[in-house]
């Protein structure tokens, strides 16, 4: 067993009491206030007993208002499916830890809550400390063991929220529900996240306080649609009597027409009359409660994910657009969400994890949840070659850590930019050597060498030549344009003429057609004629001599 750690303080003056810390103090029990039977106060819901539930929470009176928000959960599909996106969506982001410093101790802190969370304890229980994004608050406690000396969280389990109520003073300090009355939560046992959806008193900022209206409503919708189909297309039995009938007599009429609905068959006098009436073109709009169901369900989307296009299917004008926007929306609640969790845990895991097993700190090491804003490793490495070049000295370490790249392992071969090799006889970095790859057709031509030293075949040598080489069609473009100025001007100068006679933007304006219609291009019509007539020919000759040789061989 590990050495009794010092006495430690908490930060509003509770002791970490080492013994609480091993045990559980808050698990349910049979004939105790904390019993897992629960009340359901949705059963004959109207606005009446809504009020009276939410107001007894505000007053302190918990319990029948998160039996309430457990049972919308269950019985509500869509309210689940949106509470669940939103506490998924924050549970599947990477979790790093940050070292409060670079000393060795920090980093030493920051690897001991690195190798916790390897456990997968947190993992586990991220979606039980979410609870509160719909109830307004959660309690978990914290299960420690001691191994080597090493106090560490082993379990992190899921308490029942009416276990709990806030201090009725002050409305803002959670305390136990025990036999005996309430009592202080230990310190360094619980991690109690509260996640408000508005400003006030915790117990009124849970999103199940809005949801609860919405609830009430489309449950009505629900019930009068069931009420409907069950009635639709069935014919409407009317009974009929006459002014003397008896008391006995109706009686006897109203049986049969109840034995008329559930077993078909009945008897009155020979005097009274049954008639069936068909009611199915006299019904209301079919989608009536539907639709009134669905308003309630874009309403339920909002207040949990801030938009509906990404949970229900909804036509806009604004094509994708649209819809990137709204996940953009549900994207800044993630964070939101994820660094609220995250302040949670570090304050109420985090910290005493640090000061059971290393000691009071001044700065802790942190948890952070949610994804690295994204780098453009493309945009960095472009930046750097450029400030390379300027002179400005950039790590290279930290730019391979940028774009995401390992270091080379000890005895591998590090990554290099190919370069061209030196001709055979160059000296590599040879400063009179010329620069081929600058001027190829300027360059001198070596003869090719095998690897053995001797020269290769003249063809291989030719080959390389007219590679080298210009052809025809390139001389005859250089000859065409070795004038080119002088075509150029009689096309310009009418332009050039404009602009320094105009005094105005309007003046160019005006006289730019005419300055058009002035322009000289018959001196380019001609020279392009010829080039154009020449490259042809020449291409033609070429095609067929290389005909001709082809056929020679």
Same mark, same amino acid.
């Given at each position: 067993?590990?050495?009794?750690?010092?006495?430690?303080?908490?930060?509003?003056? +509770?002791?970490?009491?080492?013994?609480?810390?091993? +045990?559980?103090?808050?698990?349910?029990?049979?004939?105790?206030?904390?019993?897992?039977?629960?009340?359901?106060?949705?059963?004959?819901?109207?606005?009446?007993?809504?009020?009276?539930?939410?107001?007894?929470?505000?007053?302190?009176?918990?319990?029948?208002?998160?039996?309430?928000?457990? *049972?919308?959960?269950?019985?509500?599909?869509?309210?689940?499916?949106?509470?669940?996106? +939103?506490?998924?969506?924050?549970?599947?982001?990477?979790?790093?830890?940050?070292?409060?410093?670079?000393? &060795?101790?920090?980093?030493?802190?920051?690897?001991?809550?690195?190798?916790?969370?390897?456990?997968?304890?947190?993992?586990?229980?991220?979606?039980?400390?979410?609870?509160?994004?719909?109830?307004?608050?959660?309690?978990?406690?914290?299960?420690?063991?001691?191994?080597? %000396?090493?106090?560490?969280?082993?379990?992190?389990?899921?308490?029942?929220?009416?276990?709990?109520?806030?201090?009725?003073?002050?409305?803002?300090?959670?305390?136990?529900?025990?036999?005996?009355?309430?009592? +202080?939560?230990?310190?360094?046992?619980?991690?109690?996240?509260?996640?408000?959806?508005?400003?006030?008193?915790?117990?009124?900022?849970?999103?199940?306080?809005?949801?609860?209206?919405?609830?009430?409503?489309?449950?009505?919708?629900?019930?009068?649609?069931?009420?409907?189909? *069950?009635?639709?297309?069935?014919?409407?039995?009317?009974?009929?009597?006459?002014?003397?009938?008896?008391?006995?007599?109706?009686?006897?009429?109203?049986?049969?027409?109840?034995?008329?609905?559930?077993?078909?068959?009945?008897?009155?006098?020979?005097?009274?009359?049954?008639?069936?009436?068909?009611?199915?073109?006299?019904?209301?709009?079919?989608?009536?409660?539907?639709?009134?169901?669905?308003?309630?369900?874009?309403?339920?989307?909002?207040?949990?994910?801030?938009?509906?296009?990404?949970?229900?299917?909804?036509?806009?004008?604004?094509?994708?657009?649209?819809?990137?926007?709204?996940?953009?929306?549900?994207?800044?609640?993630?964070?939101?969400?994820?660094?609220?969790?995250?302040?949670?845990?570090?304050?109420?895991?985090?910290?005493?994890?640090?000061?059971?097993?290393?000691?009071?700190?001044?700065?802790? &090491?942190?948890?952070?949840?949610?994804?690295?804003?994204?780098?453009?490793?493309?945009?960095?490495?472009?930046?750097?070659?450029?400030?390379?070049?300027?002179?400005?000295?950039?790590?290279?370490?930290?730019?391979?850590?940028?774009?995401?790249?390992?270091?080379?392992?000890?005895?591998?071969?590090?990554?290099?930019?190919?370069?061209?090799?030196?001709?055979?006889?160059?000296?590599?970095?040879?400063?009179?050597?010329?620069?081929?790859?600058?001027?190829?057709?300027?360059?001198?031509?070596? &003869?090719?060498?095998?690897?053995?030293?001797?020269?290769?075949? %003249?063809?291989?040598?030719?080959?390389? %030549?007219?590679?080298?080489?210009?052809?025809?069609?390139?001389?005859?473009?250089?000859?065409?344009?070795?004038?080119?100025?002088?075509?150029?001007?009689?096309?310009?100068?009418?332009?050039?003429?404009?602009?320094?006679?105009?005094?105005?933007?309007?003046?160019?304006?005006?006289?730019?057609?005419?300055?058009?219609?002035?322009?000289?291009?018959?001196?380019?019509?001609?020279?392009?004629?010829?080039?154009?007539?020449?490259?042809?020919?020449?291409?033609?000759?070429?095609?067929?001599?290389?005909?001709?040789?082809?056929?020679?061989?």
């Amino acid at each position: 067993m590990a050495t009794k750690p010092p006495p430690l303080v908490w930060a509003d003056g +509770r002791p970490m009491i080492m013994d609480t810390l091993r +045990r559980e103090i808050a698990a349910p029990s049979v004939g105790s206030v904390r019993s897992i039977q629960s009340g359901h106060p949705a059963q004959g819901m109207d606005p009446r007993k809504l009020g009276q539930i939410l107001r007894a929470a505000e007053g302190g009176d918990e319990i029948a208002y998160f039996e309430l928000a457990e *049972e919308i959960e269950e019985k509500d599909l869509h309210i689940l499916s949106i509470l669940g996106t +939103r506490k998924r969506a924050v549970c599947a982001l990477p979790i790093e830890v940050d070292a409060a410093g670079d000393s &060795p101790e920090e980093q030493a802190d920051a690897d001991l809550v690195r190798d916790w969370l390897d456990t997968g304890a947190l993992e586990l229980a991220l979606f039980d400390i979410l609870d509160a994004i719909g109830k307004g608050r959660s309690a978990c406690e914290i299960i420690w063991k001691t191994t080597a %000396q090493l106090w560490t969280p082993d379990r992190i389990k899921w308490r029942d929220p009416r276990h709990f109520e806030y201090d009725r003073t002050t409305g803002e300090d959670l305390r136990l529900r025990t036999n005996e009355g309430t009592k +202080r939560l230990p310190a360094a046992k619980f991690v109690v996240h509260e996640h408000k959806a508005k400003s006030g008193l915790p117990i009124r900022g849970g999103l199940m306080r809005a949801l609860a209206w919405g609830y009430l409503f489309k449950n009505y919708a629900i019930k009068d649609w069931v009420i409907f189909l *069950e009635g639709y297309g069935h014919p409407l039995r009317l009974g009929k009597y006459g002014p003397n009938e008896t008391e006995a007599n109706k009686r006897i009429l109203a049986n049969a027409l109840t034995q008329l609905g559930a077993d078909a068959w009945g008897t009155i006098p020979e005097t009274m009359k049954v008639e069936f009436i068909d009611r199915k073109a006299g019904t209301a709009p079919n989608d009536l409660w539907r639709s009134k169901a669905e308003f309630w369900d874009l309403q339920f989307s909002k207040a949990v994910l801030g938009q509906t296009n990404t949970t229900d299917a909804q036509a806009g004008g604004l094509g994708s657009g649209q819809a990137n926007v709204h996940n953009d929306v549900r994207g800044d609640i993630m964070d939101a969400d994820a660094k609220l969790v995250s302040a949670t845990i570090n304050r109420d895991i985090v910290v005493p994890m640090i000061m059971l097993n290393r000691g009071v700190r001044t700065t802790y &090491p942190r948890i952070r949840i949610g994804r690295p804003d994204e780098i453009d490793a493309a945009i960095d490495i472009a930046n750097a070659k450029e400030l390379a070049a300027m002179g400005v000295k950039i790590g290279g370490t930290q730019m391979r850590e940028r774009a995401g790249l390992p270091a080379p392992e000890e005895g591998e071969e590090p990554l290099q930019v190919s370069t061209p090799s030196n001709s055979p006889g160059e000296a590599p970095g040879d400063a009179a050597a010329p620069d081929i790859r600058k001027n190829p057709a300027s360059a001198p031509l070596e &003869p090719f060498k095998s690897p053995t030293g001797g020269n290769q075949d %003249q063809g291989a040598v030719a080959a390389a %030549q007219s590679e080298r080489q210009p052809d025809g069609i390139d001389r005859a473009i250089d000859e065409a344009l070795d004038d080119w100025q002088a075509l150029v001007d009689p096309m310009r100068g009418p332009i050039d003429a404009l602009l320094e006679s105009a005094e105005s933007l309007e003046d160019v304006r005006d006289g730019l057609i005419n300055a058009l219609q002035a322009m000289d291009v018959s001196a380019m019509q001609s020279v392009l004629a010829r080039a154009g007539f020449g490259s042809r020919l020449l291409g033609d000759i070429e095609a067929r001599g290389e005909g001709g040789e082809a056929a020679d061989g």
